[in-house]
């Protein structure tokens, strides 16, 4: 049994200026994908999609337990209006939550106190709050620890995300970003450009220029944030604005884009066998 809790690599790579790159599963979650990924060594974290996907408690554990033979911080993705959904999800060992649409700084709030414990002796800068104790679950390798390191490290190494999806929540993400124990603010180009009326156009210029709004409202509170950045120039644009927590796509994307790649072939062989037929001779 491991003797020590490991920091969160993701959060580490951010608090020292780095960039993390993220992967997404959700359609396709399942234990020998998240190795799959893993292997890849191309991402440094795995976000699972359980706002959109009904993935249970027990199979995000066995996704977690999976991660954890890899460098690989793993994100849940979830609509955090549950206490009990919060603290069960984080029981799961993942390294962080990524709420989605989260409306106010008041939301924010029950969020942080949901996810933090009470830890009578916090170090500086340790935010607090009333998450309920087990202590004997994966996130703590099942009791192995001293309660109170326990509750330090949870406190200080789950990434707390939240998720500027809508136009209410963009005039309330400085605020939002503000609160204590909000680690950093998510953009959601897709969510946003479905609430203004331009349903997948993550380029039009008013998702253009959200994007903008919430990375200053990230950077006049000192938190990181990140986006979908779909393609090369979405990605450099949103490196140029300071984002640090950037996902790609992930299994959807790969599917697609291998099913296409895959059906080349076939279009080779195709004309080949076209080439190679006997031709029909019209008078």
């Known amino acids: 049994m491991s003797n020590q809790l490991h920091p969160n690599r993701a959060l580490a790579k951010i608090r020292s200026g780095g960039v993390v790159s993220v992967y997404v599963t959700g359609n396709f979650a399942s234990p020998r994908h998240v190795d799959f990924v893993g292997h890849s060594r191309l991402f440094d974290a795995i976000w699972f999609d359980l706002e959109h996907f009904d993935i249970p408690t027990q199979e995000l554990a066995t996704l977690n337990l999976v991660a954890k033979a890899h ?32 409306a106010d700084a008041a939301e924010a709030q029950r969020i942080v106190s949901w996810s933090k414990f009470n830890n009578p002796q916090p170090v500086a800068g340790e935010i607090i709050g009333q998450r309920g104790w087990n202590g004997g679950n994966i996130d703590s390798s099942y009791a192995a620890f001293p309660a109170i390191e326990y509750m330090r490290h949870q406190n200080t190494q789950t990434m707390i995300l939240c998720q500027i999806e809508h136009e209410q929540a963009l005039t309330e993400a400085a605020e939002i970003a503000a609160v204590p124990g909000v680690d950093g603010l998510f953009f959601g180009p897709g969510d946003y450009s479905t609430s203004i009326g331009v349903p997948g156009q993550i380029a039009h210029l008013s998702v253009r220029s959200a994007m903008e709004k919430v990375a200053h409202a990230a950077r006049a509170a000192g938190k990181f944030w990140g986006t979908v950045a779909v393609g090369p120039e979405m990605y450099a644009d949103a490196i140029g604005l300071g984002a640090q927590f950037l996902c790609p796509g992930g299994d959807l994307k790969v599917m697609t884009f291998g099913l296409r790649e895959l059906a080349k072939t076939l279009v080779v062989k195709r004309a080949a066998a076209v080439a190679d037929s006997p031709k029909v001779r019209y008078p």
């Open 71 to 102: 460098p690989l911080t793993t994100i849940a993705r979830i609509k955090a209006s549950d206490y009990q959904v919060v603290m069960r999800t984080l029981e799961t060992g993942v390294g962080g939550l990524m709420c989605s649409m989260v």
